[in-house]
């Protein structure tokens, strides 16, 4: 038997077993969707927010506002909203998401849980909208680094190759924060690596005086309480000037999008990037306890299928 370090906490997993004995059937399902997305057993209308509801036995919803008579379900007023799929599917999916730390796949879904890979691929990109937060800034210390996503342009077909990107290569740009204090990161896929574009993201999302480590960037120029290590020299570490975090997080990033996806639309990568960091930032915590953080994430959001796929309006620019 494995023994615990002093002072070190073991995260609890669950094994696919256990789940299946949590969750035997829909209604168990529903009960735990209903206590996180309805805590303390309030249950109130989505729509209205009265909490003067009543069971329908009759309706195909099973609940009705009293207030404003619109009928609704746990899934109404979240990303599950319209969707037919039933909850303990749900429930698996968001199981499979925060135990697959290089993501799971629209084709491995589908045939796990049996759903179609259309709606696989709708379901997964609901839950991505789940793991969205928002937050105060960062008080640091923080790494501070970009990456770029994407094939190369030597294998895109000759209509598809373009001068974008960093050095021609074409490829997306993704920019991230780490907070050493609290471990968490918070990334954006951004259009340039522009002075104005680095500091508007740092800005945001660190406070005013926060040590701030990174790469030998130009644009990096003019941050207040700056370091930087010079990677084109060799050099990686110069005692607490680094960014490895980061670059341990875009590793990982750059596995999924090999390994898992193969490849990630440029209209969808901010939902992707937007998974991976929200699934780091949750990988503290129990199993039970991400997958819990996951369903409240549902609650108040919306993704259409038809917003989904709708295509971005022609700007001449790449979409972002």
Known sequence: M?????????????????????????EAARKWFEEIIWPDGL???PECASVDTHECSHAKMPYRCRDCKK??????????????VPLLKWLYAIYLDVTSLKGVSS?????????????????????????REEGGPFAGPVEIDETYVGGLEKNKHSDKRHKAGRGGTGKDIVVGIKDRATNEIRAKVIPNTKKE????????????GAEKFTEENRSYRGLDNHKAVNHSL??????????????????MFKKGFHGTFHRMSPAHLHRYITEFAGRHNLRPLDTIDQMKRLAEGMRGKRLTYRNLTKKPPKTGLRPV
């Open 107 to 131: 084709m491995k879904l589908h045939r796990d849980i049996g759903v179609t890979q259309k709606t696989a691929w709708h379901m997964q990109q609901r839950i991505r909208e789940a793991f």
């Open 234 to 251: 060799g050099k990686w570490v110069d005692q607490m000037t680094h960014t490895n975090g980061l670059e341990s997080f875009w590793a």
């Open 2 to 26: 494995t023994q615990k370090a002093p002072g070190k906490a073991y995260r609890k997993g669950i094994t696919i077993i256990e789940l299946a004995q949590m969750f035997p059937n829909e």
């Open 43 to 45: 249950r109130y209308c």
């Open 197 to 208: 574009t680095l500091h508007a993201f740092i800005h945001e999302n660190v406070v005013d």
């Open 71 to 84: 009928y609704f379900s746990v899934k109404t007023g979240t990303v599950m909203a319209g969707s037919p």
